[in-house]
């Protein structure tokens, strides 16, 4: 999940009846993270997978749901979990670690693709 890819290797390696499926974050995902973290979000201009793949249909899902991080310890694990952690300034490791808790958006698109007969 939220791995890069390559679309050449993908189109490679995979059989004519071959699917894959790629797993990404959405715009929203962990915003409220984002929100403590970050003095100034910039968001990525997200590429559509049709125009990304050529050759292959695309079937594309869309998640979004919001859970409760419990603790402060949880909400450390969490950051550790994201390349966001690398990225932030000790300022930011800072700003989250005065939350007990946290509701955080959990927001993912999942995209099938096949080739084209």
Not at 47 to 69: L, R
Not at 80 to 104: A, Q, S
Request: glycine share 2%; aromatic share 10%.
């Amino acid at each position: 999940m939220f791995a890069e890819y390559s679309v050449p290797e993908i189109d490679r390696i995979l059989t004519d009846d071959g699917n894959i499926i790629i797993v990404r974050a959405a715009n929203n995902h962990l915003i409220e993270l984002k929100n403590i973290i970050y003095p100034e979000i910039h968001e990525k201009v997200k590429t559509s997978s049709i125009k990304t793949f050529p050759g292959f249909c695309v079937e594309q899902e869309n998640f979004s749901y919001k859970v409760t991080i419990q603790s402060t310890e949880d909400l450390l694990s969490l950051l550790l979990m994201t390349p966001h952690y690398w990225k932030i300034k000790p300022e930011g490791i800072e700003n989250l670690k005065k939350f007990e808790f946290l509701e955080v958006t959990i927001s993912i698109e999942i995209d099938l693709l096949k080739r084209q007969k």
